[in-house]
């Protein structure tokens, strides 16, 4: 029985790129996220290739089978034809049906949570733009906290983009287009003026976002005209900032520079649920709950201190979770 508290199925997996994927290697995703549980890391890279060929054996549509970065591989599915391809396998989903608030211990049958983290209330607490499905607030979260769970390292940090700042207006429609990913060509200013650097090593920008977000949210992303041809990974800057001009946002002229007003967006958590290899919820004593499970951004513990794919750890600890509980 799938309960999906949504008027829609997919979750932010629907919103997404559909990019599935990992770091080549168990030591570039350490490198990566020095922070993240090594059991689950190396659970992602071990695991992550079968379960792409499960998917492709559903019949869920693949767009590419590579990541075009060198870092990284993996697919990019067709978010729309993968979310249709995964109902049609569940049988019934049941839509605008939360989990229930309580859980009752010891569990009669199995339950794995997937509810998506808690990227709504951290964006409210902080002051940041949402930039994921609507209903993911945290439920499975606390349920499991209720219950006993432990949690892991990062719960203050996020996966997220540069977003066109208000007054600026965009959707789910805009969500991949309108991200501004040209921090590396800006100077980048928080609202003071004072100077965010940029690690060159920072590749997704991920660790740029979570630095705007500790100031405050808010900042300007100042560009030379020489570098309006660069590309990005959605067009030219150029066309990154033409998009912010017709969603209303702010573009000043400073000096012949390009100042652009952008606002940290929150797309999903780092931090989570403890979980091990199986997917199975630890208490706060290190041991498994019976019953429990918690996949994709539920379970914590994979990327704390970085970034990677939420959809990775999705497909990987979901199907872990299923085989575990199955048997
Ligand atoms: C614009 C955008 C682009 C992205 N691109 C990529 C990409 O290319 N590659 C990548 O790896 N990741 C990407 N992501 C991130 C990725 O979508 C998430 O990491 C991933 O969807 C997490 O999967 P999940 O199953 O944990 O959560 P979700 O996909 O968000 O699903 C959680 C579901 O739980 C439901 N729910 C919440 N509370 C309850 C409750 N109490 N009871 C029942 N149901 C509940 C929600 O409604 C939702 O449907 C992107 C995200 C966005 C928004």
């Given at each position: 029985m799938v309960l999906e508290k949504g008027e829609r199925p997919g979750g932010s997996m629907l919103l997404s790129s559909g990019v599935v994927w990992r770091y080549r290697t168990l030591d570039e995703f350490r490198r990566q996220c020095?922070?993240?549980?090594p059991r689950l890391q190396r659970a992602i890279i071990e695991s992550l290739d079968d379960a792409l060929g499960w998917l492709d054996s559903l019949g869920a549509q693949v767009?590419?089978?590579?990541?075009?970065?060198?870092r990284t591989f993996g697919w990019r599915f067709d978010p729309r034809g993968l979310t249709d391809t995964l109902v049609r396998a569940a049988g019934a989903v049941q839509t605008g049906r939360a989990l229930r608030t309580h859980l009752e211990m010891p569990l009669e049958e199995p339950l794995i949570l997937a509810t998506g983290g808690f990227p709504v209330r951290l964006a409210r607490e902080g002051g940041l733009a949402i930039r994921s499905n609507?209903?993911?607030?945290?439920d499975g979260l606390d349920l499991a906290v209720t219950a006993g769970a432990a949690t892991t390292a990062g719960m203050d940090e996020f996966y997220g983009r540069a977003m066109p700042a208000p007054p600026a207006r965009w959707g789910e429609a805009e969500f991949v287009d309108h991200a501004q990913v040209y921090g590396r060509f800006a100077t980048v200013l928080d609202e003071q003026g004072a100077r965010i650097p940029h690690d060159s090593d920072d590749w997704s920008e991920n660790g740029l976002v979570e630095e705007i977000a500790r100031r405050g949210g808010r900042a300007w992303y100042v560009v030379d005209r020489?570098?309006?041809g660069r590309e990005t990974p959605y067009g030219t800057v150029a066309q990154a900032i033409e998009r912010v001009r017709r969603s209303g946002g702010t573009v000043e002229d400073r000096n012949g520079a390009l100042a652009v007003d952008v606002i940290a967006a929150v797309?999903?958590?780092?931090?989570?649920l403890a979980i091990d290899e199986r997917a199975r919820v630890i208490d706060r004593n290190g041991v498994p709950i019976d019953g429990l499970y918690a996949a994709g951004v539920?379970?914590?513990?994979?990327s704390p201190g970085g970034y990677a794919s939420g959809l990775a750890a999705a497909l990987v600890f979901g199907l872990a979770a299923a085989e575990d509980a199955a048997r």
């Open positions: 020095p922070e993240g549980d767009l590419r089978r590579e990541t075009r970065n060198p609507p209903w993911s607030e945290g020489h570098d309006l797309t999903h958590t780092i931090g989570g539920d379970a914590g513990g994979w």
